[in-house]
């Protein structure tokens, strides 16, 4: 069984950073597509990094520059380092993984972490 479990969120102030951890468990880690995205509320889920298999990285355009996805295959998690935050980053983040199709669309994700809360503060 596929789980994910996010880790790290919290409040900052704006232009600062902040990093997010997933760890999962119950698959071959360096086999499947691990990305990000998030949720704020009143708004669709939003795609906002995603590593393939091969260590391949797409960035939404909101993000590119600022935030950088990594994984660590002995460890089984990935990372989202968060750098000059801004209000509008302010969401739930959720992690997500799946073996095929490399995409920023949430649907193309079967499995999901609980997320977690990041606060932006002005």
């Known amino acids: 069984q596929v789980q994910l479990v996010e880790s790290g969120g919290g409040l900052v102030q704006a232009g600062g950073p902040l990093r997010l951890s997933c760890a999962a468990s119950g698959l071959t880690f360096s086999r499947y597509i691990m990305a990000w995205f998030r949720q704020a509320p009143g708004k669709e889920r939003e795609g906002v990094a995603v590593i393939s298999s091969e260590g391949s990285k797409y960035y939404a355009d909101s993000v590119k520059g600022r935030f950088i996805a990594s994984r660590d295959m002995p460890k089984n998690v990935v990372y989202l380092q968060m750098n000059s935050l801004k209000p509008e980053d302010t969401a739930v983040y959720y992690c997500?993984?799946?073996?095929?199709?490399?995409?920023?669309?949430?649907?193309?994700?079967?499995?999901w972490g609980q997320g977690t809360q990041v606060t932006v503060s002005s």
């Open positions: 997500a993984t799946d073996r095929l199709g490399v995409t920023l669309e949430f649907t193309g994700y079967e499995y």
